[in-house]
């Protein structure tokens, strides 16, 4: 019960915040064709802005576990790349297609990891956290851009679409993050707390836009998409990910920041992402809103399963 409670708290802001949204709709306040002009701001401003701070605010000196970075990252790689196959055998809708592969591998590390972990282990060093997220979030970013450029119809160049991914805003704005970490870069007091009040606008305005977009209507004819890409993300996927990681000794923080990464729920940048770059944003939308429902009951089992087995 306390797990499940830990979860819960982390995800019911995520509700409260789509719920204004929905209100705010219903009140007339934002028009759902509003949505698409702000969808731009979050997507060319603030995300790009959330993602440099993120990687900058991060310590290296103290909490970098080379094993960690390594699995995390080839652990991506191949969620991404079953979601990959399984997006190209099974929606043939371009469209659709790039936001299933989107919904099944990138996950909400960054708005409901953070909580999970540092409820499981209070006490442990969340910089671990950090840094992973610094190493894993980037690369969700870029997969993502790679997937939606891919999947949007145009027909391009290699080079041109190489050359789209890196004018990319998030891609733009990690590697500005990753850039000031390694050299150094101290900001001025007053510009860094510019920046981070800057980032914080980010997720709350996307789960805003989200609520402001989403209809009860928009689940007619989804149902079959829905279900599998909740399975895939919240039980298919984190089951592979985390088992892998028992097998090869991760315990303790490293485990619990692991969980965080994989078993967690499709992340809401999707839907901004999907919205900008010609994907199906309704589905993208639900997408987001089915796998955070769903969260709270199949990360609580996965918190129980791994506790129990005394995994942190």
């Given at each position: 019960?306390?797990?499940?409670?830990?979860?819960?708290?982390?995800?019911?802001?995520?509700?409260?915040?789509?719920?204004?949204?929905?209100?705010?709709?219903?009140?007339?306040?934002?028009?759902?064709?509003?949505?698409?002009?702000?969808?731009?701001?979050?997507?060319?401003?603030?995300?790009?802005?959330?993602?440099?701070?993120?990687?900058?605010?991060?310590?290296?000196?103290?909490?970098v576990r080379?094993?960690?970075?390594?699995y995390?990252?080839?652990?991506v790689l191949?969620?991404y790349?079953?979601?990959?196959?399984?997006?190209?055998?099974?929606?043939?809708?371009?469209?659709?297609?790039?936001v299933?592969i989107?919904g099944?591998?990138?996950?909400?590390?960054?708005?409901?990891?953070?909580?999970?972990?540092?409820?499981?282990?209070?006490?442990?060093?969340a910089g671990?956290?950090?840094?992973?997220?610094?190493?894993?979030?980037?690369?969700?970013?870029?997969?993502?851009?790679?997937t939606?450029?891919?999947?949007?119809?145009e027909?391009?160049?290699?080079?041109?679409?190489l050359?789209?991914?890196?004018?990319?805003?998030?891609?733009?704005?990690?590697?500005?993050?990753?850039?000031?970490?390694?050299?150094?870069?101290?900001?001025?007091?007053g510009?860094?707390?510019?920046?981070?009040?800057?980032?914080?606008?980010?997720?709350?305005?996307?789960?805003?836009?989200l609520g402001?977009?989403?209809?009860?209507?928009?689940?007619r004819?989804?149902?079959?998409?829905?279900?599998?890409?909740c399975?895939?993300?919240?039980?298919?996927?984190?089951?592979?990910?985390?088992?892998?990681?028992?097998?090869?000794?991760?315990?303790?923080?490293?485990?619990?920041?692991?969980?965080?990464?994989?078993?967690?729920?499709t992340?809401?940048?999707?839907?901004?992402?999907?919205?900008?770059?010609?994907?199906d944003?309704?589905?993208?939308?639900?997408?987001v809103?089915?796998?955070?429902?769903?969260?709270?009951?199949?990360?609580?089992?996965w918190?129980?399963?791994?506790?129990?087995?005394g995994?942190?």
């Open positions: 019960m306390e797990n499940f409670l830990i979860c819960f708290n982390a995800i019911l802001p995520v509700f409260l915040m789509l719920g204004v949204g929905v209100l705010a709709r219903h009140a007339g306040i934002i028009r759902e064709t509003e949505v698409p002009r702000m969808n731009a701001v979050a997507f060319k401003v603030f995300m790009p802005i959330m993602c440099f701070y993120n990687i900058y605010a991060s310590d290296l000196s103290s909490s080379p094993a960690l970075m390594l995390s990252v080839l652990a191949g969620v790349l079953f979601s990959w196959l399984l997006g190209r055998l099974f929606v043939k809708e371009l469209p659709q297609r790039g299933v989107q099944l591998y990138r996950s909400n590390f960054l708005i409901l990891g953070f909580p999970v972990v540092t409820s499981l282990l209070p006490n442990g060093d671990v956290v950090a840094v992973l997220a610094a190493v894993v979030v980037p690369l969700f970013n870029i997969l993502a851009v790679l939606l450029e891919s999947c949007s119809g027909k391009r160049s290699r080079g041109t679409l050359l789209d991914c890196l004018k990319n805003p998030l891609v733009l704005g990690s590697a500005a993050g990753v850039l000031a970490l390694l050299v150094g870069l101290k900001l001025p007091a510009v860094e707390h510019a920046v981070r009040d800057l980032s914080r606008v980010a997720s709350p305005l996307m789960l805003f836009l402001a977009f989403f209809r009860f209507s928009s689940f004819g989804q149902g079959a998409r829905l279900v599998s890409v399975l895939g993300r919240l039980v298919v996927f984190p089951a592979l990910a985390l088992t892998g990681a028992a097998l090869l000794g991760f315990r303790g923080m490293e485990f619990a920041a692991l969980l965080a990464a994989f078993a967690s729920p992340a809401v940048a999707s839907f901004t992402m999907a919205e900008q770059m010609g994907g944003a309704e589905l993208a939308g639900n997408i809103v089915m796998t955070s429902l769903f969260c709270s009951l199949t990360m609580f089992l918190c129980y399963l791994f506790k129990s087995l995994m942190y």
